[in-house]
């Protein structure tokens, strides 16, 4: 099998290109978008057709480009089912196996990390490509995007560490230079997860890393459950039109939400509805200046009324809940 590790200095994230060398169809697993033309000239010079873009989890430190690829080549998105993200050409479970030529990669579901996290095994169980349920030495952090320390240590246990001791350990991810391990590496030496670590202490280790939330994840986040689409476009390539509502975004737990600055900056022109409960409006974690009260229950008549003129501009920095509604045409 044709194999190639790539890397992005940016985001420390490894990618890698598997193909078969008779059919020359190929896979990339975690493509980073800021490199897709690297990706994409090496695929021309090897002669390669890519016909899987695979993610390992919804990364939240790069954009991916599996939706540029998807355009551009022609190429079919793959991500754990368990993901939930809609634009997936093939979202994937347990024992699943993508092929390509006479190839195959088995899908091991590994999360913890996340609940998509997925490993990619080779048929020969010569090669695994554990996303960042396993790094080198380290494991993945388990503090948001759905973490959960003793699902992360059960799934290592059982659909990494069974693998043969030999079976070389590709991560999503390195920070200090390193390329590659080994089950029986692992097994002695990584200082989270060896082979006397208990799950009392994993989760012990976990819950005292007070990590720093990863750089991208505001942007990465969002983009990654659109499948990398970037922001100016839709997924099909074309340019989005322009927008009749609020920029929502999306928060690292998938929330949807709207940037207190475009608030801040946009109050005037907007009408600001707060939903909540009249006491909660007049409670401690206060409102936004301008918001108009209007409990869900009444939510349906405040809509079809012209909206208020406002008080004051909004205090963006003011807690409480506000949806904005374009205001009518001043008469």
Not at 117 to 127: E, G, L, N, Q
Not at 160 to 188: N, S
Not at 200 to 218: D, G, T, Y
Not at 293 to 310: N, Y
């Amino acid at each position: 099998m044709l194999f190639r590790q790539l890397f992005d200095p940016t985001s420390s994230t490894y990618t890698y290109l598997l193909a078969d060398p008779e059919t020359r169809e190929a896979v990339l697993i975690d493509p980073v978008r800021d490199q897709v033309e690297r990706d994409i000239e090496l695929l021309s010079d090897l002669g390669l057709k890519l016909v899987y873009t695979l993610d390992t989890h919804v990364h939240a430190d790069h954009v991916t480009s599996a939706s540029i690829l998807r355009r551009r080549l022609g190429s079919k998105t793959v991500l754990s089912a368990k993901a939930s993200v809609a634009c997936a050409d093939v979202p994937v479970k347990q024992g699943d196996v993508i092929r390509f030529g006479r190839q195959a990669l088995e899908v091991r579901e590994t999360p913890g990390h996340t609940d998509g996290c997925v490993t990619y095994v080779t048929a020969d169980r010569s090669m695994a490509f554990t996303g960042d349920a396993l790094l080198i030495r380290s494991c993945g952090r388990t503090d948001f995007q759905q973490g959960d320390p003793r699902k992360l240590y059960r799934s290592v246990r059982e659909q990494i560490f069974t693998l043969p001791p030999e079976t070389r350990l590709y991560p999503a991810h390195d920070y200090k230079g390193r390329t590659v391990t080994t089950v029986a590496e692992e097994l002695r030496l990584n200082p989270r997860l060896r082979s006397e670590r208990t799950e009392e202490q994993f989760v012990k280790i976990m819950s005292e890393l007070h990590l720093a939330k990863p750089k991208q994840m505001e942007i990465a986040v969002p983009a990654n459950l659109q499948c990398g689409t970037p922001d100016r476009e839709t997924m099909t390539g074309e340019p989005k039109p322009e927008r009749a509502w609020a920029p929502v975004t999306r928060t690292a737990t998938g929330t949807p939400e709207v940037p207190p600055e475009w608030v801040a900056a946009h109050g005037c022109d907007v009408r600001l509805v707060d939903v909540r409960e009249p006491e909660e409006y007049a409670g401690s974690l206060g409102h936004i200046a301008a918001a108009e009260l209007a409990p869900l229950g009444r939510l349906q008549d405040v809509s079809a009324t012209s909206r208020r003129p406002a008080a004051a501009a909004p205090d963006a920095a003011s807690p409480g809940l506000a949806s904005p509604e374009r205001a009518p045409p001043a008469s």
